[in-house]
């Protein structure tokens, strides 16, 4: 199964699998006190042999939302930002 990224602010997405929200990942700002962090974190606390591909663990921290993309490996990255505007720009 392929992740899919659903952009909901500059900053956050739903981390969808098998058309469910599974997870979000999201960008912690740290305002000067070192580099922003990126989680990818699940919703629940399944069992460990439960989890989705590449979740060892509940909660992962990235440097980047490139390296989210990268660990997460086969993934569709949706703007819903953009989409919503376009659809609600264009019907007006």
Known sequence: MT???????????????????????????RDGIGDDIWHAELLDDPAPEKRPPSFSRIDHTFGSLQAVVAWLQQIKVTDNIRNFWAQTLGNN
């Open 3 to 29: 992740y899919a990224l659903h952009r909901l602010e500059p900053s956050s997405y739903d981390l969808v699998l098998g058309g469910a929200v599974v997870g979000s990942v999201v960008r912690e700002i």
